[in-house]
C-alpha cells in the first residue's frame, strides 16, 4: 500500500480505488477477513483533519489521473471523489 502525505491515514481508499481501476472485482459469498476495532489499534491514534483527508483524496485522484480509463470517466471518478467519501467527524 503507498503511503500519502497524511501517511497511513485513509490509505485503503486509494488502494481501492487502484484495484478497482485495473480490473474487475469478483464476488465472493462469505467473508474472507474481518477487520477488529479495538483502543490501541493504529487507525483509532490516527490524526483526523482536514488535511488527512484532503492528502487521502489527492491520493485517490492521482490513481484516477494514472488510470487508462477515457476522458469522461477520469472526470466523472474525480468529481465523485472531490465529493468526498462519507467523513466521520474527526
Known amino acids: 500500500m503507498k503511503l500519502h502525505e497524511a501517511g497511513e491515514f485513509g490509505a485503503d481508499f486509494p488502494w481501492l480505488l487502484h484495484m478497482m481501476l ?8 462469505k467473508p474472507l477477513c474481518t477487520k477488529q476495532m479495538r483502543g490501541g489499534n493504529l487507525s ?13 483524496d489527492s491520493a ?3 490513481e484516477i489521473a494514472a488510470s487508462d480509463l477515457p476522458v469522461w470517466q477520469k472526470w466523472w471518478l474525480q468529481h465523485l471523489v472531490r ?5 466521520r467527524r474527526y
Open 83 to 87: 465529493r468526498g467519501p462519507a467523513r
Open 44 to 56: 483509532r491514534r490516527w490524526k483526523r483533519s482536514e488535511a488527512a483527508f484532503a492528502a487521502r
Open 22 to 29: 485495473i480490473g474487475r472485482f469478483v464476488v465472493v459469498p
Open 60 to 62: 485517490a485522484q492521482r
